[in-house]
């Protein structure tokens, strides 16, 4: 066979060589274009503007290192599950964490995209809008540990923000958990209060809600953590937080939701701007927008359709729970929003009570 290859032309043989394959992260990004991957129309733009990008970025001074975002996925290995059924699994230890291909989509993005000029990151700010269960908390618990402890910026501040502080904890007590299980990470990190701490890089990661007793004095945050975007009342909660980012060379604020009401001004602001950035209609090179959700004339209560809303769906969204909620709503009207809104990320108001198929 070697020989028969050898006396080929040299375009025919270069035509016989395999192209690598691509990374995980762009695999993704293709899958999704493809139709191989059920998504949304607003995820198939967040998954071209990525493919278009690799071709066409450096001209704006960015690049892509696979390698670079490879490696903030692989430190989630690092980390155990603490509850329910994988909580129990090896001894009760915890099952190692695994991201699902549409969290290593976003981590690698991250972490990969790049400025030409510094090689700092180009992503500095995240919008992740999915329905409820998809293990939005735990991706953001993981995230705050790689950006407080192992993202080489000295003194990082780090803060979970939600309107209450018992809110904010939800994502930093997992982080917390995360520390408590790994023994790698227990010789780097320790609890003190509400506070995760590295005392090497004189690092920190802590809640902070308006109701917080430090209040937003003295912040110098290199990245932000804002758990159900849509229950923030009030804009400087999230002005305050952002601005408090910019002494640092490349901070991170994530903000994680799943759909609000209508009515809800700081969520739809958000939303609305995230929006337009994922469909070309606004330009801005430092987000990232991940939107999760059914594209209008969708059916709800089609199984074919949930997995738009719901990409965890068979790992951490059990489907005959699914079912279960959705016969529920099918038949009593009051509890319909509530269905729409967490189980399949769709906006809804207050006076939703029924639906036309």
């Not at 991201?99 to 981590?107: A, D, G, H, S, T």
């Not at 290199?222 to 159900?228: I, K, P, S, T």
Request: glycine share 10%.
């Amino acid at each position: 066979m070697t020989a028969a290859v050898s006396t080929l032309a040299p375009r025919a043989r270069a035509r016989m060589v395999q192209a690598p394959p691509p990374d995980p992260i762009t695999q993704y990004a293709l899958d999704v274009i493809a139709g191989r991957v059920v998504a949304g129309k607003l995820v198939r733009k967040a998954c071209e503007r990525h493919v278009s990008d690799l071709a066409n970025a450096g001209s704006r001074g960015f690049y892509f290192d696979a390698e670079a975002g490879m490696k903030a996925v692989q430190f989630f290995a690092l980390l155990r599950h603490y509850k329910g059924d994988l909580g129990r699994e090896d001894g009760g230890k915890g099952a190692f964490v695994r991201l699902e291909p549409w969290q290593i989509f976003i981590v690698g993005c991250l972490w990969g995209w790049r400025r030409t000029a510094d090689g700092l990151r180009r992503f500095r700010r995240l919008y992740c809008e999915v329905a409820k269960k998809n293990g939005k908390t735990l991706m953001a618990a993981g995230l705050g540990l790689l950006l407080a402890f192992f993202d080489g910026e000295p003194g990082a501040e780090v803060y979970s923000l939600a309107t209450k502080e018992a809110q904010a904890k939800f994502t930093w007590n997992d982080g917390a958990q995360f520390v408590k299980r790994s023994p790698s990470l227990r010789k780097l990190i320790r609890q003190i209060g509400n506070r995760l701490v590295r005392a090497d890089t004189a690092s920190f990661w802590t809640v902070l809600g308006r109701d917080s007793d430090t209040g937003d004095q003295g912040i110098n945050a290199h990245g932000g953590l804002v758990d159900e975007l849509h229950v923030i009342d009030n804009p400087d909660t999230i002005g305050n937080l952002e601005t408090a980012t910019s002494a640092r060379s490349q901070p991170l604020v994530g903000k994680f939701t799943t759909a609000g009401g209508k009515g809800q001004v700081v969520w739809e602001g958000e939303r609305a701007d995230a929006v337009a950035v994922v469909e070309g209609r606004a330009t801005d090179d430092t987000m990232l927008v991940l939107i999760y959700t059914l594209d209008e004339g969708d059916d709800p209560f089609d199984e074919a359709v949930w997995p738009k809303a719901n990409p965890n769906l068979g790992v951490s969204v059990r489907l005959d729970t699914l079912r279960e909620q959705a016969e529920i709503a099918k038949r009593s009207p009051g509890k319909l929003a509530a269905y729409l809104r967490y189980r399949m990320n769709v906006p809804t108001s207050v006076s939703t009570r029924a639906i036309d198929i």
